[in-house]
């Protein structure tokens, strides 16, 4: 069975960090992309970073650049969002997902174009 399976959230103040991992089971991440996206309670779900596994080239939105790093480790087929100076509105439910490797960063924005989603793991920032 191939799935993955994201973790590392939790309840951090304000200023703090944590960091998230997606551990692919079953299968490898290849010539995949490998998203991170957001949804808070009552909006939609939106973009954070993406990593090409086969080349590493990263995307960032401009909230995350400066504070996130998405980096991956082949070993452990496990991509890991690190994210520092955390704020409260940074509360959400964050999802890893998969898609086709491409360089537009047009098309790392979009979830409808990906194509397997995490369970996702909750994120609470407190003030």
């Known amino acids: 069975e191939e799935y993955f399976v994201e973790s590392g959230g939790g309840l951090v103040q304000a200023g703090g960090s944590l960091r998230l991992s997606c551990q692919a089971s079953?299968?490898?991440?290849?010539?995949?992309?490998i998203g991170w996206f957001r949804q808070a309670p009552g909006k939609e779900r939106e973009f954070v970073t993406a990593?090409?596994?086969?080349?590493?080239?990263?995307y960032y939105t401009d909230f995350a650049e400066g504070r996130f790093t998405i980096s991956r480790d082949n070993a452990r087929n496990t991509v890991y969002l690190q994210m520092n100076s955390l704020k409260p509105e940074d509360t959400a439910i964050y999802y890893c997902?998969?898609?086709?490797?491409?360089?537009?960063?047009?098309?790392?924005?979009?979830?409808?174009?990906?194509?397997?989603w995490g369970q996702g793991t909750q994120v609470t920032v407190s003030s």
């Open positions: 997902a998969t898609k086709d490797e491409d360089y537009r960063y047009s098309d790392y924005v979009r979830p409808e174009l990906y194509d397997y």
């Open positions: 079953g299968f490898s991440f290849g010539d995949l992309a």
């Open positions: 990593v090409s596994w086969s080349d590493g080239n990263t």
